[in-house]
């Protein structure tokens, strides 16, 4: 059965912390790796897609890279306006275009 | 390029009666996404449509219904509310074609409240 797993599911850090989120997955032929941020009570934003392994995107503060089973949303020196839910989404070969979502991640930054 | 677009932004309903959410994708897009979000809950897949015909459905009752038009605008219905559908829904378009994936944009969503 396809699934996506995020991991920690919250984390607290100092700002100028880096750390990194993970997104894990089992997929049968992956398509693409989706990542997003949302801020309570709004749509999520999108940030990256990666379609292939060793595949790395940048924006920011903010780095995905992706593995054949996970992906990794590293954030250098954070803010506190980085603090938000960061959400991980997956489209497989086999799931008819709809995406599989993880749980997310929320992210809050102490000044 | 304009983003997606919910109307209404909030509504407040009372159980037992029906209510319409409305749509507009981003332009050029043809597949379109609906999705439930509570307090706690992740994203909740409700259906997705793509020129006009639904192409995939979550795990939600009958209650719960949509339909796209043929300029690519989305509406869902659900009937009989229930408290438990206090909630956020949230709209999301993409190109929808086939191929590499496509990511989703998502509107403001409608905050719909039950009592």
């Known amino acids: 059965e396809d699934q996506v797993t995020q991991s920690p599911e919250a984390l607290r850090l100092q700002e100028g912390e880096s750390s990194s989120l993970n997104c894990s997955y089992t997929v049968s032929g992956l398509r693409g790796l989706f990542w997003y941020r949302q801020d309570p009570g709004k749509g999520p934003e999108f940030l990256f897609t990666?379609?292939?392994?060793?595949e790395e995107k940048e924006k920011e503060r903010l780095k995905a890279t992706l593995t054949k089973k996970e992906s990794f949303l590293h954030i250098t020196a954070p803010k506190p306006e980085d603090s938000a839910t960061y959400l991980c989404a997956v489209q497989a070969g086999d799931s008819n275009y709809q995406l599989i979502w993880g749980a997310g991640t929320k992210l809050i930054i102490k000044p | 390029k304009a983003g997606v677009t919910q109307t209404p932004r909030y509504l407040i309903k009372t159980r037992g009666q029906q209510v319409t959410l409305s749509c507009s994708p981003i332009s050029g897009h043809r597949s379109v996404s609906w999705y439930q979000q509570t307090p706690g809950q992740g994203l909740q897949f409700l259906f997705e449509?793509?020129?006009?015909?639904?192409?995939n459905k979550g795990n939600f009752p009958g209650r719960f219904s949509g339909r796209q038009f043929s300029n690519s605008r989305s509406e869902m219905n659900v009937s009989t509310l229930e408290l438990g559908d206090s909630a956020l829904y949230l709209c999301a378009s993409s190109l929808g074609t086939s191929g590499r994936g496509h990511e989703q944009y998502f509107g403001p969503g409608t905050r719909l409240t039950v009592t």
């Open positions: 449509y793509f020129s006009e015909t639904q192409r």
């Open positions: 990666l379609y292939s392994a060793g």
